[in-house]
């Protein structure tokens, strides 16, 4: 009832017909991805990606603040598609699972005269409603895996009015489709499906720590706290001073390793809509223990093929290690005391932890109580946006009077 | 065939299995259908039936003299397995058994001197505590990434191992003494432990990710030392070796 009300208010806020009486397709492929999306992580949080379900194909618009600057297709028919673009050329290939609800995307890119590459990108919702872009690169093996992770964003009122349009079909069964899939697991029979589509091991890791966020550590570990790494590595345009000024509370120096959850956690309270989250990429590394082909390279992720496309804002992953939490290791429920951040909410709640909706207001009434004030302590946990509230307030927490 | 002392542990070992099983499933991550990693051992608990030879030294004499046949000695067992996995094909299995017959006989050529028959019991059970050396011919299951691990279906294996046995044969009733006819009531009993050697075959099936069944086919070989000159048998052996078929539900952790 709650999520009907706020699309609801959503649809009049973009100005459309309400989801009762708009003109709903049938299922499209893909649609659990429609929507508007903004990084989760900290990473170029000014830009957004919106993804249009069209006849089989997904269209990728790039918004910055002027307007749309940039658009792609992704065939999701299994087609080979030629690339050519900033110098680069190859081939990308995107594929649905069975069930539909993760997207794979191969390809191989030769730019200038670099060795060919292979390139693969999964696409996935998390539990938590996330839209989680795991991706990995290498010539002819493809040693690890980086992440980005993305979440609706908040207001559609400065989304290109022919975006809005062609979105507004598509919203309420896509969140639907969300809903669906977050509550679905990746089961045994998807990851033999994902294996024999030749999604390789680092990828997967990744699509299966994510379905199980409790259950793995995706460790950043080995420098992860060294601004100056991240200077030479990030390749995102940002500037060292910038990244110098960052706190290091945000480079995960202190808890090297967190669960999926805690990393979501992480990125709601600390990067996304936080004062440093605009500019300071949470935990990001240029760290490769496997390859001297790695991220730290000049083949990483900011070569692009095309500044849009399914690669977002081209770089900024994360490169992260999978493994499953230390017997022992898993909290009982209820919640934790995690070395670095104190007390915190157990990651056995995941699935139903707040998180920012596909909420609409004019963006100014809109607010998140994580970081969102100078120094002060918060809860860490999304405020409600104005007006779609429909329980009770959240308890939280007030210095005690004096 | 009952269900006594031997049986306290197989019982204990059942209990452990019970026990012992939430806290592992709760410590080894597992998802829809996988485990997060191979496992790293098994715990089998199996019943099944053993089919002891029954033949030479003991048994010889009172399958001779009573009316005790081969099939007299087969009996019920209960058991468990811990299996380490050394190789991915490969696992240390420790394991014991136990079983224990008990049969009533009577004299083939005797009746007491009120036309009665000449009555006793005879009981055996055997305890093999054997370690082996288990192969699969066949992946026991397939690891995908580097977090999940998918179980095979069917997997067959064989294994070698030894150990030891813990036996007692005895006999309980009225026996005649063949030098004076006379009947006298008596309690003999041979127990000890022996040296055995154990070759089995068998196939895992996957009832899902934490659970197979297993069965297996044991051949024990094992003969019990001659009783001492003094003993209630003194100069026969006692065979322990037999087959023993059984089936079991092994937990994956």
Do not use: L
């Given at each position: 009832m709650r999520i009907r009300l706020q699309l609801t208010i959503a649809f009049a806020a973009l100005g459309v017909a309400s989801p009762s009486a708009a003109q709903v397709p049938d299922v499209s492929p893909g649609i659990q991805f429609a929507g508007c999306w903004t990084p989760?992580?900290?990473?170029?949080?000014r830009a957004r990606t919106c993804v249009v379900p069209s006849n089989g194909t997904l269209m990728l618009f790039n918004v910055d603040r002027d307007g749309k600057n940039s658009e792609s297709t992704l065939r999701l028919d299994g087609e080979k598609t030629p690339l050519d673009s900033e110098g680069c050329s190859g081939w990308e290939q995107a594929r649905l699972t069975t069930d539909g609800e993760r997207l794979i995307v191969d390809g191989e890119v030769t730019c200038g005269t670099d060795p060919k590459q292979r390139v693969q990108t999964a696409f996935t919702i998390t539990p938590a409603g996330y839209f989680l872009q795991t991706s990995g690169k290498g010539f002819g093996m493809i040693p690890n895996a980086g992440l980005r992770l993305f979440v609706q964003v908040e207001t559609y009122a400065d989304i290109p009015a022919e975006i809005r349009t062609a979105l507004s079909s598509y919203l309420a069964e896509s969140e639907r489709a969300r809903m669906r899939i977050r509550d679905s697991k990746v089961s045994a029979n998807d990851i033999v499906e994902l294996d024999q589509m030749g999604v390789v091991a680092p990828v997967l890791d990744v699509v299966v720590a994510a379905a199980y966020p409790t259950d793995f550590i995706i460790d950043a570990t080995g420098?992860?706290?060294?601004p100056q790494r991240v200077e030479q590595t990030s390749g995102g345009g940002r500037s060292p001073s910038t990244l110098r000024h960052c706190p290091t509370s945000l480079w995960m120096n202190g808890y090297p390793m967190l669960t999926m959850y805690d990393w979501e956690t992480m990125f709601m309270s600390a990067g996304y809509g936080s004062v440093y989250g605009a500019e300071c990429p949470v935990g990001y590394l240029g760290y490769?223990?496997?390859?001297?082909?790695?991220?730290?390279?000049?083949?990483?992720?900011?070569?692009?093929?095309?500044?849009?496309?399914?690669?977002?804002?081209?770089g900024g992953y994360t490169v992260v290690v999978v493994r499953p939490v230390p017997t022992g290791g898993a909290s009982s429920g209820g919640g934790r005391a995690v070395r670095g951040r104190g007390y915190t909410e157990d990651g056995a709640t995941s699935g139903t932890t707040a998180q920012p909706r596909n909420s609409v207001g004019t963006g100014s009434s809109s607010t998140r109580a994580a970081g969102s004030s100078s120094g002060s302590s918060s809860s860490g946990s999304s405020g409600s946006s104005g007006g779609s509230s429909s329980g009770g307030e959240p308890r939280t927490a007030k210095p005690r009077s004096p | 065939m009952s269900i006594g002392k031997p049986a306290r542990l197989a019982a204990t070992f059942a209990a452990l299995f019970v026990s012992v099983a939430p806290p592992v499933l709760a410590q080894s991550g597992e998802g829809d259908g996988f485990l997060f990693r191979p496992p790293r051992a098994t715990l089998t608990l199996h019943g099944g039936f053993a089919t002891p030879l029954a033949d030479g030294g003991v048994f010889s004499l009172a399958r001779r003299e009573l009316t005790l046949g081969r099939g007299d000695f087969d009996a019920g067992s209960l058991g468990g397995d811990f299996a380490i996995a050394i190789r991915p094909q490969t696992e240390l299995v420790f394991g014991f058994e136990t079983s224990r017959s008990l049969a009533a006989s009577e004299y083939r050529e005797w009746v007491d001197n009120n036309d009665q028959p000449i009555e006793q019991e005879t009981r055996l059970q055997r305890t093999p505590f054997i370690a082996s050396v288990r192969h699969y011919f066949g992946p026991r299951g397939r690891r995908i990434g580097s977090v999940a691990w998918i179980p095979a279906q069917f997997v067959p294996f064989v294994s070698v191992g030894g150990g030891v046995v813990r036996y007692r044969f005895q006999q309980s009733g009225d026996f005649v003494d063949e030098q004076t006819l006379n009947v006298f009531t008596s309690t003999m009993t041979s127990r000890g432990w022996a040296r055995a050697f154990q070759g089995a075959a068998g196939a895992q099936w996957s009832l899902n990710h934490r659970f197979t069944l297993t069965g297996e086919a044991r051949y024990l070989y094992a003969t019990g030392d001659g009783d001492t000159p003094n003993g209630d048998f003194s100069g026969y052996k006692v065979n322990l070796s037999g087959v023993n078929t059984l089936i079991g539900l092994t937990l994956r952790f």
């Open positions: 989760a992580d900290g990473i170029g949080t420098g992860a706290a060294d490769n223990r496997y390859s001297r082909y790695g991220y730290g390279n000049p083949y990483g992720y900011g070569y692009g093929y095309g500044p849009y496309g399914y690669g977002y804002q081209g | -």
